[in-house]
């Protein structure tokens, strides 16, 4: 379990969300919404470590996050994001096995069978497994981000962070995305996800976080966090609300 006490999360001289009190249970997918800016990456980068929080703290099953070596931290987060600064010479198969390098001590890096099995069913879940001997510089923005997701997948942590997973995605593969992490909560792995679509959110996630106004203005199940009056107070904008048989959609209204 993820429990974010009292926390706070900035960058330079800015704090960009405050007093965030929350409990992330294990085999929970939890989707981080609200506007550009408000902090949801940095909040992504704090729970990993990577970014040290403003205020309060980030626990990981009883352990403060701090508290935690470096490799034990990657051992137990995998955060995913989209990086292109890679050496142009890497092959799709030399991306996703950087997610290996937990797993083996600073000095050592020869890949074993433990690391070739995980590589093949991370990129076999992304359907990739076709393309592990191309270079990652001929792939499509949507295939790159599906090798970061492969990555994060050999890391084989129980928490998995991902910023933005589906950017850069078709509709089809971004629903195929989504319902592969629905299926990996389902079988016992913590997923933290941004996502912009709103509606997206609602039917993946068990619950949504909702950021804005330097505050978490909500962490509970979609029916309760997609409502007109809260997302307007996020991102300043007029929706409707539409019920439908897998749950509350909203659709923003459009000026005539």
């Known amino acids: 379990m993820i429990a974010l006490e009292s926390l706070a999360v900035g960058l330079g001289g800015r704090t960009f969300v405050r007093d965030i009190d929350a409990r992330i249970a294990a085999g929970e997918f939890l989707a981080v ?18 970014v040290p929080a403003r205020a309060g703290h980030v626990e ?10 470096p490799a034990a931290r990657a051992r137990a ?19 996703v096995a950087i997610g290996r390098y937990p797993h083996h001590p600073w000095w050592e890096w020869n890949e074993n069978l433990s690391d070739d099995a995980a590589i093949e069913r991370a990129l076999e879940a992304v359907a990739l497994r076709d393309a592990e001997q ?25 928490v ?17 995305i989504l319902a592969l992490l629905r299926r ?21 996630a068990d619950r949504l976080m909702l950021l804005g ?7 509970d199940v979609p029916d309760r966090v997609l409502t007109p009056s809260l997302i307007e107070r996020a991102y300043g904008i007029t929706v409707a609300r539409v019920e439908t048989p897998a749950g509350p959609r909203v659709f ?4 005539k």
């Open 33 to 50: 919404l609200g506007p550009n800016g408000v902090g949801k990456t940095t909040l992504l980068r704090t729970i990993c470590g990577i």
């Open 60 to 69: 990981l099953d009883g352990m403060a996050l701090r508290s935690l070596a």
């Open 134 to 158: 191309r270079p990652f510089t001929t792939l499509s923005s949507g295939e790159r981000q599906r090798v970061w997701i492969a990555m994060g997948l050999a890391q084989e942590t129980p």
């Open 184 to 204: 990996l909560a389902s079988r016992g792995r913590t997923v933290v996800c941004v996502l912009h679509d709103l509606n997206d959110a609602a039917a993946y």
């Open 213 to 219: 106004r330097e505050r978490m203005l909500a962490c």
């Open 160 to 176: 998995l962070l991902l910023d933005e997973p589906t950017s850069h995605l078709d509709v089809r593969v971004a629903h195929e």
């Open 252 to 255: 923003a209204h459009v000026p």
């Open 77 to 95: 987060i995998a955060f995913v994001t989209s990086d292109d600064a890679m050496i142009e010479t890497l092959r799709v198969h030399d991306v």
